[in-house]
């Protein structure tokens, strides 16, 4: 499995960005799928998953409000879309892939419980 992400950039603090991760094959069905990110010095932390079929989302309490997880499955894409950016947001943000369908909160946010990376694209917004 491929993970393609971009829509990274350069952006004032309250604008807005829309990251796309394409995944590419082997994709089997009932997968989550999650943006993380991270910024220098800091772990990589959660930013956003969504199940197989859309109808469950889990934010981190930071970005809730402000970011929107969504998902195509008929192309296999996940989306992430940023409004009202705040300079602490900046950090390379990484689309991941678990091939589990279990939705458990307590395991969404351990990177290790994901099975493919994408390459990361990077965010900075500029106070």
Same mark, same amino acid.
Request: glycine residues 12%; contains cysteine.
């Given at each position: =499995? ?5 829509? /990274? @950039?350069?952006?004032q603090?309250?604008? $807005? ?6 995944? +590419? ?11 993380f ?9 959660? =930013? ?5 079929? /859309? @109808?469950?989302t889990?934010y981190a309490? $930071?970005?809730k409000?402000?970011?929107?997880? +969504?998902?195509?499955?008929?192309k ?41 990376w ?6 900075t917004?500029?106070?």
């Amino acid at each position: =499995v491929q993970l393609q992400a971009s829509g /990274g @950039g350069l952006v004032q603090a309250g604008g $807005s960005l829309r990251l796309s991760c394409a995944a +590419s094959g082997g994709i089997y069905s009932n997968n989550v799928m999650g943006w993380f990110r991270q910024a220098p010095g800091k772990e990589r932390e959660l =930013v956003a998953s969504i199940s197989w079929r /859309g @109808g469950a989302t889990f934010y981190a309490d $930071s970005v809730k409000g402000r970011f929107t997880i +969504s998902r195509d499955n008929a192309k296999n894409t996940v989306y992430l879309q940023m409004n009202s950016l705040k300079p602490e947001d900046t950090a390379v943000y990484y689309c991941a892939l678990r091939s589990s369908h279990s939705f458990a909160k307590s395991s969404l946010r351990v990177p290790d419980e994901y099975d493919y990376w994408g390459q990361g694209t990077q965010v900075t917004v500029s106070s």
